[in-house]
């Protein structure tokens, strides 16, 4: 059987666009991928990030829940200390009660954010402490077994959406498995602990009524063209967005000034970060994810797709082809 596909969707902003070009192309996105089977689309909260669309998790996939009827939506992940878990048994029950059996809740505890933004959002440092508490918390909200006497969440109560916990460390992994939950490694910008992480989620994880065995989901990069030329130029431009994002102090680059920033060092972290990258032709592509899906030991991979347009669209029919998903 292929192993599942699912994607991330990074909602960039590109040059020259705006939020509202970014969302109308996460709706295609998501039209595509359901229409090449591939099982979900999940969005990532970000927050002061003046290239990524995707603080409001919920609200996107509200949008794109419209334009679509089958593939499963959900996030990838909410921040969860910077929010109540009230809150989000709230907004996705909500989206359940809007698209039954179709919304997944990725949870992590990174701050999605720099400092200064976290305490605009009323985020202290310590609020990650909580973490396995809150997650606990919204579990129960969502079970219908309120750990808060007469507090409800209306409407999640007894949905039981599918929890997962988000990380790219032991930390994650570890909690998921004593917690019998999915677990989603962020290998397609933090690879590091990949292999280490999956392994104690493995050994460590105990039965739960949402899960009897492990499951893990690992991320990747991707980009698939009709040509490798075509590939390595998206990917070279992948190079550059991400050398700017970190680098840049939110000023424009061209692509000149952005392969100078490379050359100067940012080479260095950013292909760090995209150390797990298909590209190439459909054939290539698939011989490199099959290959990552031995080494990551997983159950299911979770793809960012890069380039833009038509390319990126491009990318997620040549990936499900090559994959051999079932095309609806």
């Not at 599942?4 to 902003?13: C, V």
């Not at 979900?40 to 794109?64: D, F, G, K």
């Amino acid at each position: 059987m292929p192993t599942p596909l699912s994607i991330l969707d990074l909602a960039r902003i590109g040059p020259g666009q705006t939020a509202r070009d970014s969302i109308a192309a996460s709706v295609e996105l998501a039209r595509t991928a359901e229409e090449y089977g591939y099982r979900r689309v999940w969005y990532a909260e970000h927050h002061n990030m003046p290239t990524i669309a995707s603080s409001a998790p919920a609200v996107l996939i509200a949008h794109v829940g419209t334009f679509t009827s089958r593939i499963r939506l959900g996030s990838g992940g909410v921040m969860l200390p910077n929010h109540t878990p009230l809150t989000i048994a709230e907004q996705f029950g909500t989206l359940d009660a809007m698209y039954p059996g179709r919304i997944d809740l990725g949870l992590g505890r990174a701050p999605g954010a720099d400092p200064n933004t976290m305490r605009a959002l009323r985020r202290e440092a310590p609020s990650a402490d909580t973490f396995p508490q809150d997650v606990l918390e919204l579990q129960a909200y969502l079970a219908g077994r309120s750990l808060i006497p007469g507090v409800d969440a209306v409407p999640g109560r007894g949905s039981e959406i599918p929890l997962y916990i988000l990380g790219s460390s032991l930390f994650g992994a570890t909690l998921a498995a004593a917690l019998g939950l999915p677990y989603a490694f962020a290998s397609h910008f933090a690879p590091q602990a990949l292999e280490p992480a999956v392994a104690a989620y493995r050994r460590e994880f105990r039965p739960s009524e949402q899960l009897d065995r492990p499951y893990v989901i690992a991320g990747v990069n991707v980009v698939a063209a009709d040509t490798t030329a075509d590939a390595r130029g998206q990917f070279q431009a992948t190079r550059r967005a991400f050398a700017t994002g970190l680098f840049g102090r939110g000023q424009s680059f061209t692509d000149e000034q952005a392969d100078r920033l490379l050359a100067e060092g940012a080479a260095a972290q950013v292909d760090q970060m995209l150390r797990h990258f298909a590209l190439g032709t459909p054939a290539e592509v698939r011989d490199y994810l099959e290959a990552f899906v031995r080494q990551a030991d997983a159950d299911e991979l979770i793809v960012a797709h890069h380039g833009a347009g038509e390319a990126r669209l491009r990318s997620v029919a040549l990936l499900a082809e090559a994959m051999q998903l079932t095309h609806a």
